[in-house]
């Protein structure tokens, strides 16, 4: 079965610091990787998706993401943190079923400081 | 733009009542789903529809029913509410085929007293 495992639960940067949130799966096939933000009290958003093309795949608002077959790994990255970057970070595997199943993983905060 | 809408982003029950939650997608997406948001957990897929009148249970069915009758409306009803049920709810909805990204709607934070 599809998973997902979001290795911190809080991550903590200064302003203008690289940003780091780490997704490891789990699949027995070429997944396709999500990542969604959801900003308090908002919806969840979509930041970018990996569906077997480029491996780097970038995204909305500078975030990209990198699609690591040999280490199972789909981390988000950012140069440069900016204050509106503090949300919650989710990372998600669809499942191969007959239908759109998103998995998620169990989320990262980020906390940005001045 | 995608617009999902839930009737309400706060509401307040009582342990045992009959509690209704509502969502409206405007882009004539074929496919629906409920989620189920909590700490520490993840989102967690309660029901999703895939057409009207048709549903499927997802992760965590218990203590839930779903009801569509118009593609553009999806509701998720708690038929005897209970504290268990306190969270926030998600609704979503997505093409029947492509990319699979499905949109979301603010949610709405049930708490059952």
């Known amino acids: 079965a599809q998973s997902v495992t979001q290795l911190d639960s809080h991550v903590s940067v200064s302003e203008g610091t690289p940003v780091l949130l780490r997704c490891n799966y789990s699949s027995s096939y070429s997944p396709s990787l999500f990542w969604y933000v959801q900003h308090p009290n908002k919806g969840l958003q979509l930041l970018l998706k990996y569906t077997s093309a480029a491996t780097l795949v970038k995204g909305i608002n500078g975030f990209e993401a990198e699609f690591k077959k040999s280490e199972t790994s789909f981390h988000l990255t950012k140069p440069s943190a900016h204050m509106s970057d503090a949300a919650e970070y989710f990372c998600v595997v669809i499942m191969n079923t007959g239908f759109q199943k998103l998995v998620f993983g169990t989320g990262t905060r980020l906390l940005v400081s001045p | 733009d995608v617009k999902v809408t839930q009737s309400s982003r706060y509401l307040v029950k009582r342990t045992g009542e009959k509690v209704f939650l509502e969502c409206v997608q405007d882009m004539d997406h074929e496919n629906m789903f409920w989620y189920r948001q909590d700490p520490g957990l993840g989102l967690r897929l309660i029901y999703f529809s895939y057409d009207v009148k048709m549903k499927e249970k997802g992760d965590i069915p218990e203590g839930y029913s779903v009801s569509r009758e118009k593609k553009e409306r999806f509701s998720l009803i708690l038929e005897s509410a209970s504290t268990n049920q306190t969270s926030m709810y998600l609704c979503?909805?997505?093409?029947?085929?492509?990319?699979?990204?499905?949109?979301f709607g603010p949610g709405t934070r049930l708490t059952v007293t």
């Open positions: 979503a909805s997505s093409i029947l085929a492509g990319t699979y990204e499905q949109y």
